[in-house]
């Protein structure tokens, strides 16, 4: 059974004692491919340089909402350049954020859409961040190039209620779900990942947060992944086989992963 954790933090300090060993654990779990998106452009060097050290590993480039506030058109030349890179498999995460009060809204807009345009001119997909803007991600996604796109991007650990899970469907996005899943409290958010399209779900852990039970109150690591999947199994009475199937094709397909 293999599965991909899409979206994991291995570069932050949390892992800087043990990088090699949480990346062999997720391993020995059948988490063989990671992908560690970037939230800032100085972050940019430590996801690639991660991602050059362990085979499996991917990154993403972009700029964090909440990093946005000094936000420059010229910052999109930089991360083009970043994009050359061959272990780069997307852009992000990038998106919005209301939660934190780090950067005006005006600053997030610009951030967000001119990532999205380079990752249409680059042909890659997003990682969405979303954090209590729902009506403004779909509004600004509507309006971005990547619209109807079969391989627009995923919304990363999905937790909007139905409707936004409908649009962001009919967008062309896929939804990531995290270690929320499997908490005790979040049935609405299991009824979503119950009857949306198999083949448009990606399984991530946003490591080292987000740690799912039974390991809730742990740091988080992708040997976890398997957690969220026996979760969604149970949901879609299903076999955890057929998610892992399911979710590393699609997680393939969409970032073109070898
Ligand atoms: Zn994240």
């Avoid at 932050?12 to 560690?36: K, L, P, S």
Wanted: aromatic fraction near 6%; include cysteine.
């Amino acid at each position: 059974m293999l599965l991909i954790d899409t979206h994991c933090h291995l570069d932050f300090h949390q892992f800087n004692d043990d990088r090699a060993a949480v990346i062999e654990r997720a391993r020995e779990a059948g988490v063989t491919r990671m992908i560690i998106p970037a939230v800032d452009l100085h972050n940019c060097h430590d996801v690639i340089r991660v991602a050059e050290q362990f085979e499996g590993v991917y990154c993403a480039v972009g700029v964090h909402p909440n990093s946005t506030a000094g936000w420059e058109s010229r910052d999109i030349d930089e991360l083009r350049g970043f994009a050359d890179h061959p272990k780069v498999v997307s852009i992000g995460e990038i998106g919005l954020d209301y939660h934190w009060d780090k950067s005006p809204k005006e600053m997030q807009f610009k951030a967000f859409i001119d990532q999205m345009q380079l990752a249409h001119e680059l042909d890659l997909p997003i990682i969405i961040h979303n954090r209590e803007a729902s009506l403004d991600v779909i509004r600004l996604l509507s309006e971005s190039p990547l619209v109807g796109k079969w391989n627009a991007g995923v919304m990363h650990s999905f937790s909007a209620p139905r409707p936004i899970a409908r649009q962001a469907l009919d967008l062309g996005f896929h939804l990531g779900f995290t270690g929320p899943l499997t908490f005790k409290k979040a049935q609405a958010l299991r009824d979503i990942s119950a009857d949306i399209p198999l083949d448009r779900i990606l399984l991530e852990t946003d490591a080292p947060f987000l740690t799912p039970e039974p390991k809730r109150g742990k740091r988080n690591e992708p040997s976890y992944v398997p957690h969220i999947a026996a979760k969604l199994a149970d949901v879609r009475g299903i076999s955890v086989e057929d998610v892992a199937t399911a979710t590393t094709a699609n997680a393939v397909r969409l970032f073109g992963l070898t």
